[in-house]
């Protein structure tokens, strides 16, 4: 048939098929299926992924190679994309490496921007690899510094200096010299740099305040200025305050101390002071102040005085104490008269302070007791006294800058050349109504005041009295006037009124008597728990520098006085309470100076003006210019 005669071809070929796949000779058993070989490759990445660089500056970045089909070549890396002005450095990975920083810098003129920087990674039989980052290119800072004052404020009392640093902060690479300036400061007020062309970072600037610079806020302002920068500022605010006022009273210049001191700054506590001997220390810093302290007067008077003035006004007042006991010098110093005075003439004689000796008959030498130390002056005065009334003055003296020994006797030869004619002046005192004058008038050389003369007038017929002639007085003289009304009575409701006038150059004058005083009550100051007087007051225009008020109980023998001094700088306004302080809570008080109630209580006000500069002293007779002082007073009583 024929399909088996095919048979025998087909099988040929599919054993030659056979044989072809299995190769010629080879094993007649079946090949395992053989592994592909890997395809080498890299990835790269970058850290940070987002760069800072400033002009003029460098930054790095961190390229990270994975590698992967066992490749281990090395690799080159480039960057694209980079800002005009900003180049990275050649870099590449080397083989068994897989990092490499590659810093990144940038020109004094590279574009300000954002930019998007490409990395590539190429090698040999690899793959390139990319990877990219965020770049900032920002503008480098302009050279400069700032400038400021530490501490930015400084108080300062009158009379006082500081000091604040000056401090530069430099930036940028500045590092130039710079100019400072200081300005501002008011008169009297000085502000001083220790340099004013600054090197370094750091200087001082002092301010010193004069005492003639009103209280207040003074801005200064300070200007540094450097090549190729602007100007820098800073200010200073200088806060002035009143000065201070460190007072040392000393109570009858060494004399007994007082039992009891205490102060008050402003409106504040009153606050002990201790003593030592006769002298007590404080100071007020607030614009006014009080004092009290507690004396005894004589043997059986004690008196508690009490001052308030404003702050300036304590640096010239000195103690009031009216003690008997309380002496102005410790120095006994005998004047010998003898050579020019005949009997019934008299003699008198003042050598420092007020100190005055007079006789008619019998020895010839005055007794000057109290004469303080240092140097003073010798005035006299001869006379007679033919009847009632006016003396007659025939000659005066004064000889200059005298400094005498305790227990001396020097001479006052009235025909000598210390001694001369008085130059006559009348005296007209007006205003005085019926109550009699007396008329005083002295000179004062500034260490020894000295009584021309002592008169008793009545109505207003003009006296004649002595005075220094004109070429015997030098600068600081004054000639004091004194006119003082009087009824002899101190009894409730009645009082007394004084003018006085100072003046540099002799001639007649004319002293006219101010107001009675009226609208002034005596009384005790309401409740609490210890009696204490007060005086009201409306102020009248003669009688509007200073107050004084007076309030005395005697207890068996013994008297306790209260005494308040008030000036009207301390007071303010028109319409016055003085009133003796509340002490009983302070250290040191003693309820035994207390008054007590139920029992009379005399009382005297006293009301003071003053038309000149100023006078020696709270209640001083005497003054320090030319001027008139105006004074008038009222008895009272009361029982608490």
């Excluded at 070929?13 to 000779?25: P, R």
């Excluded at 460190?246 to 009858?252: E, R, S």
């Excluded at 009216?322 to 006994?332: E, F, R, V």
């Excluded at 005075?341 to 010839?364: H, Q, R």
Aim: proline share 7%; charged share 15%.
């Amino acid at each position: 048939m024929s399909f088996l005669r095919r048979t025998p071809p087909f099988r040929a070929v599919v054993l030659i098929l056979a044989a072809l796949a299995t190769g010629c000779g080879g094993d007649s058993g079946t090949d395992p299926d053989p592994t592909p070989t890997p395809t080498p490759t890299i990835t790269v990445s970058v850290s940070p992924s987002s760069v800072s660089l400033e002009q003029a500056d460098e930054v790095t970045v961190t390229i990270t190679l994975t590698r992967g089909g066992g490749y281990t070549g090395s690799v080159t890396l480039t960057f694209s994309g980079l800002p005009t002005g900003v180049a990275a450095a050649a870099a590449s990975i080397g083989a068994g490496s897989n990092q490499a920083v590659v810093a990144l810098t940038a020109t004094a003129a590279a574009a300000v921007g954002s930019a998007t920087v490409g990395v590539t990674a190429a090698g040999s039989g690899v793959a390139a690899a990319q990877a990219s980052f965020a770049l900032a290119v920002t503008a480098a800072p302009v050279g400069s510094f700032a400038v400021d004052v530490d501490p930015a404020t400084l108080s300062l009392e009158q009379g006082e200096a500081g000091t604040v640093d000056v401090n530069l902060d430099r930036s940028g690479g500045f590092a130039g010299p710079v100019d400072l300036e200081i300005a501002g400061a008011p008169a009297g007020m000085t502000a001083t740099l220790a340099e004013t062309r600054l090197a370094g970072t750091a200087t001082t600037l002092d301010v010193s305040v004069g005492g003639s610079v009103a209280p207040g806020d003074y801005p200064l302002v300070l200007t540094a200025a450097g090549d190729g920068t602007d100007d820098r500022t800073a200010t200073l605010t200088v806060t002035v305050t009143a000065a201070g006022v460190d007072v040392a009273w000393d109570i009858c210049e060494g004399g007994p101390p007082p039992f009891f001191v205490a102060v008050q700054d402003g409106d504040g506590p009153w606050t002990p002071v201790t003593p030592q001997g006769g002298l007590f220390s404080f100071r007020i810093t607030a614009d006014r102040g009080g004092v009290a302290y507690l004396v005894e007067a004589d043997d059986d008077v004690t008196a508690l005085y009490t001052v308030f003035l404003a702050r300036e006004e304590f640096a010239t007042s000195q103690p009031l104490f009216l003690a008997d006991n309380c002496t102005i010098g410790s120095k006994t110093v005998f004047v010998d008269v003898s050579p020019d005075l005949v009997a019934p003439e008299y003699a008198a004689a003042a050598l420092g302070g007020l100190t005055s000796s007079s006789i008619t008959t019998g020895p010839l030498t005055l007794d000057v007791d109290e004469v303080p130390e240092g140097m003073v002056d010798l005035i006299g005065s001869r006379g007679r006294i033919t009847g009632p009334g006016v003396p007659t003055v025939e000659r005066l003296y004064v000889e200059r800058g005298l400094e005498p020994a305790d227990g001396a006797t020097i001479p006052m030869n009235f025909a000598g050349p210390f001694g001369f004619d008085p130059v006559d002046a009348t005296v007209s005192v007006a205003g005085a109504g019926g109550d009699a004058t007396v008329l005083t008038v002295h000179l004062d050389t500034g260490s020894t005041v000295g009584e021309l003369l002592e008169a008793l007038i009545t109505g207003s017929t003009p006296v004649t009295v002595p005075l220094v002639p004109d070429d015997r007085l030098v600068e600081g003289d004054l000639l004091a006037f004194r006119a003082s009304t009087f009824d002899g009575s101190s009894a409730p409701g009645t009082g007394f009124r004084e003018v006085s006038r100072y003046v540099t150059t002799g001639g007649d004058q004319t002293l006219t008597f101010g107001p009675d005083l009226v609208g002034a009550t005596l009384d005790a100051v309401p409740g609490g728990s210890t009696v204490r007087g007060r005086a009201r007051y409306t102020s009248q225009p003669e009688y509007g520098d200073y107050w004084f008020a007076a309030f005395e109980q005697t207890v068996g023998l013994e008297s306790l006085g209260h005494i308040v001094v008030v000036s009207s700088a301390w007071a303010g306004g028109s319409d016055l309470e003085i009133a003796v302080p509340d002490l009983t809570a302070v250290t040191g008080w003693n309820s035994d100076w207390e008054f007590q109630p139920g029992l009379t209580v005399r009382s005297l006000f006293a009301a003071y003006g003053w038309t000149g500069e100023g006078f020696r002293g709270p209640f001083s007779l005497f003054g320090t210019s030319a001027g008139d002082l105006f004074g008038a007073a009222i008895w009272g009583e009361f029982v608490p």
